[in-house]
T-cell receptor, first 115, second 116 residues
Framework: AQSVAQPEDQVNVAEGNPLTVKCTYS??????LFWYVQYPNRGLQFLLKYITGDNLVKGSYGFEAEFNKSQTSFHLKKPSALVSDSALYFC?????????????FGQGTTLQVKP | NAGVTQTPKFQVLKTGQSMTLQCAQDMNHNSMYWYRQDPGMGLRLIYY???????DKGEVPNGYNVSRLNKREFSLRLESAAPSQTSVYFC???????????????FGDGTRLSIL
């Protein structure tokens, strides 16, 4: 069965420091992976995706993610955190097969960036 | 540029009451989805519609029904609300043209539903 795990409920980082939000997945076939961000009282916003190609994917707001097939991971990273990056982050994997577009989400990781 | 619009934004119901959550998208997307978000559980798929005229169950369909009214609109109905259905409900859409597999979903801002 397909699944996504975000092992940390919360990540704390100081402004200006690099940040990593972890995600591991289990899926049959080639994974299509996504990261979303959610600000309070808002819907999820798409950050970036990995479909194929380079293992390092760049996305919105300076975020990037590294796909590692051997470790079945897709960690979200940013070189220098901003206080405004504080939000809830979700990793998701596309559910094969077919063309339904369904996603399975991790449970979410709260990122807290302190000034 | 509205994207995905959900109504209402907030609602309080009593146990046993019914209501319909509305969702509309203006991006000409083929596929639409209803999720519920509960603390510590991420988003769980309730129902989805891969294309106009089709609907299918997701992970947690019990107690809900859906209607894909047309390509733009996808509604979620609670026939007899229960306290366990207190949650934040999100509608999403994706997919223009033939393929949706590698396209991101676009989300509305949610309906916060409390059932007493």
């Amino acid at each position: 069965a397909q699944s996504v795990a975000q092992p940390e409920d919360q990540v704390n980082v100081a402004e200006g420091n690099p940040l990593t939000v972890k995600c591991t997945y289990s899926v049959s076939g080639n994974p299509y992976l996504f990261w979303y961000v959610q600000y309070p009282n808002r819907g999820l916003q798409f950050l970036l995706k990995y479909i194929t190609g380079d293992n390092l994917v760049k996305g919105s707001y300076g975020f990037e993610a590294e796909f590692n097939k051997s470790q079945t991971s897709f960690h979200l990273k940013k070189p220098s955190a901003l206080v405004s990056d504080s939000a809830l982050y979700f990793c998701a994997v596309r559910v094969p097969p077919g063309n339904t577009g369904k996603l399975i989400f991790g449970q979410g990781t709260t990122l807290q960036v302190k000034p | 540029n509205a994207g995905v619009t959900q109504t209402p934004k907030f609602q309080v119901l009593k146990t046993g009451q019914s209501m319909t959550l509305q969702c509309a998208q203006d991006m000409n997307h083929n596929s639409m989805y209803w999720y519920r978000q509960d603390p510590g559980m991420g988003l769980r798929l309730i129902y989805y519609s891969a294309s106009e005229g089709t609907t299918d169950k997701g992970e947690v369909p019990n107690g809900y029904n859906v209607s894909r009214l047309n390509k733009r609109e996808f509604s979620l109905r609670l026939e007899s609300a229960a306290p366990s259905q207190t949650s934040v409900y999100f509608c999403a859409s994706t997919g223009q043209g033939a393929g949706v597999s590698n396209q991101p979903q676009h989300f509305g801002d949610g309906t916060r539903l409390s059932i007493l």
